[in-house]
Nanobody, 124 residues
């Protein structure tokens, strides 16, 4: 089992920044590729970004490329999502998730463990 806990969400004005963190405990964090997903009210859960177990490979949703950066610190068992130039359409609950798929995946069904989520609200 891997337990995941997100933090860092909040209310920010458009153009602002937030940094989300995801603390992992349980099984070895570095064994898993990690992803960030988000879900807005009335919408399906959406892939945002993924990072390989080593941190050497990342992949992003097109609409967040150049604005969001995913990273991880395996020594601290922590995943991050730096979000800059935020837009109202980024408003959602953000979830971190762990997968045993090498290199990670953009498909939420391939993730084995999920956090409870953290709310991000961007005002216009």
């Amino acid at each position: 089992q891997v337990q995941l806990a997100e933090s860092g969400g909040g209310l920010v004005q458009a153009g602002g920044s937030l940094r989300l963190s995801c603390a992992a405990s349980g099984r070895t964090f570095s064994n898993y590729a990690m992803g960030w997903f988000r879900q807005a009210p009335g919408k399906e859960r959406e892939f945002v970004a993924v990072i390989s177990w080593s941190g050497g490979s990342t992949y992003y949703l097109d609409s967040v490329k150049g604005r969001f950066t995913i990273s991880r610190d395996n020594a601290k068992n922590t995943l991050y999502l730096q979000m800059n130039s935020l837009k109202p359409e980024d408003t959602a609950v953000y979830y971190c998730a762990a997968t045993g798929v090498p290199g990670g995946s953009s498909r939420f069904r391939e993730y084995d463990y999920w956090g409870q989520g953290t709310q991000v609200t961007v005002s216009s």
